[in-house]
């Protein structure tokens, strides 16, 4: 993690990001903002944990902050968005937060590669964007997917099904005062739980994945 951030001025960083570029669609029929807050509804109304709800919300913010472009898929360009989206969360966030974002695209190929149906509720644009990333995972880098990074695929996973699907119902257009006090929350537990100079805290365990 960088330099730690207070959780209020990166929340007020955040709304101005999403103010000023929340209304770019990068292919899809809805738009940054509509996308994040929609699957963070869901996430909540699934009962998902505080964190898993910030991922939900939070996941996409790369495509704001990367220079390609809104037509950069277009182009044949991969933004690795993902990335971009964790490296600047890790600013204010945990890793119950970073990690199932960082991971939501490896995710995404894994469930292509594995969960029937999965690909043929895919949107065009997350369509093309697949084949950018690499398409359908293989076995064994599956395998290699899961030893790595254990429980936080599950949470990447579940993030994945919190995406609302094509005719959902448009939510409000603006980051509210409520999604301020569960960022900020979401934001001084992850900070609290950093590891110090000795190494990494231990984390709780998961149960598998079934499937």
Known sequence: MT???????????????FSRLGALHYGED??????????????????????????????????MMQKAGEDAADRGIDTRHEHISAGYLSRAFGPEVTEPVRLHVAAKRCLAATAPGYVDRLSAASLQSLALQ???????????????????????????????RAGAQRRSQTLSGRHRARLCGSAQRGLASEPGPAGRADEPGRPARSG
């Open 3 to 17: 330099s730690p951030v207070d959780a209020d001025a990166f929340f007020t960083e955040l709304s101005d990001l």
């Open 30 to 63: 809805v738009s940054q903002l509509e996308h994040a807050l929609q699957t963070a509804h869901h996430a909540r109304v699934d009962g998902a944990p505080p964190a898993l709800v910030a991922a939900a919300l939070l996941h996409d913010v790369g495509h």
């Open 134 to 164: 690499g398409g359908p995972m293989s076995p064994a880098a599956r395998r290699d997917q899961d030893v790595a990074v254990g429980h936080h695929t599950i949470d990447a996973a579940d993030l994945l099904e919190f995406e609302p």
